[in-house]
């Protein structure tokens, strides 16, 4: 083999050693410090104005028990503002937390800086948003890995939220009720 070839192995093997490492920087980068988080489209209905985000303290402002409903409601209702009061875990780490639901959209992941916290090792750091859209309440995925789950469906886009039916973040089910 001749020297020109090995030094040209050589050199491709550092390009690619390089190649790896930046790979491995951005990777860890976007695990600590988050991914960019999109806005949604501001709806027709609502006054024209930025999104805010949810309070960094809003983790645990309110705990009280989850107590079981009397009867199941009849027929799925959309979540619209006037019906929905607070966001209930019903199953995870988190098991009976319940949260009021103002009108500022929350954010949900592991993240210090996100409304709900959820610590858990399926669960990103920007994992998914409910944010209020006029006058729904929409769940919105933020390229989480796992994914999202409402009602047993994979969240692509953002969908409009069911009252009680069960949204799925990593291995905590959580639901908005009246």
Same mark, same amino acid.
């Given at each position: /083999? +001749?020297e020109?070839?090995?030094?040209?192995?050589?050199?491709?093997?550092?390009?690619?050693?390089?190649?790896?490492?930046?790979?491995?920087?951005?990777?860890?980068?976007?695990?600590l410090?988050?991914?960019k988080?999109?806005? /949604?489209?501001?709806?027709?209905?609502?006054?024209?104005?930025?999104?805010a985000?949810a309070?960094a303290?809003?983790?645990t402002?309110?705990?009280?028990?989850?107590?079981?409903?009397?009867?199941?409601?009849?027929?799925?209702?959309k979540a619209?503002?006037?019906?929905?009061?607070?966001?209930v875990?019903?199953?995870?780490?988190?098991?009976g937390?319940?949260l009021?639901?103002?009108?500022?959209?929350?954010?949900?992941?592991?993240?210090s800086?996100?409304g709900?916290?959820?610590?858990?090792?399926? $669960?990103s +750091?920007?994992?998914?948003r409910?944010?209020?859209?006029?006058?729904?309440w /929409?769940?919105?995925?933020?390229?989480?890995?796992?994914? $999202?789950w409402?009602d047993?469906?994979?969240?692509a886009?953002?969908?409009p939220?069911?009252?009680?039916?069960?949204?799925?973040?990593?291995?905590?089910?959580f639901?908005?009720?009246k």
């Amino acid at each position: /083999m +001749s020297e020109l070839t090995l030094l040209l192995l050589q050199v491709g093997f550092l390009i690619l050693l390089w190649f790896f490492v930046f790979a491995v920087v951005y990777s860890l980068r976007a695990d600590l410090f988050g991914v960019k988080v999109r806005k /949604m489209p501001e709806p027709a209905t609502a006054a024209p104005g930025p999104i805010a985000t949810a309070p960094a303290n809003a983790e645990t402002s309110i705990v009280t028990p989850v107590t079981p409903r009397a009867s199941a409601p009849s027929g799925p209702q959309k979540a619209t503002v006037n019906t929905v009061a607070r966001i209930v875990i019903t199953s995870g780490p988190k098991a009976g937390l319940e949260l009021p639901l103002g009108d500022e959209p929350l954010t949900i992941g592991r993240s210090s800086e996100s409304g709900l916290v959820i610590r858990d090792d399926y $669960t990103s +750091s920007h994992h998914a948003r409910l944010v209020l859209w006029g006058e729904q309440w /929409m769940l919105q995925d933020l390229d989480s890995t796992n994914g $999202t789950w409402h009602d047993g469906q994979r969240v692509a886009s953002p969908v409009p939220i069911v009252v009680g039916a069960p949204i799925k973040v990593g291995a905590t089910t959580f639901e908005l009720r009246k």
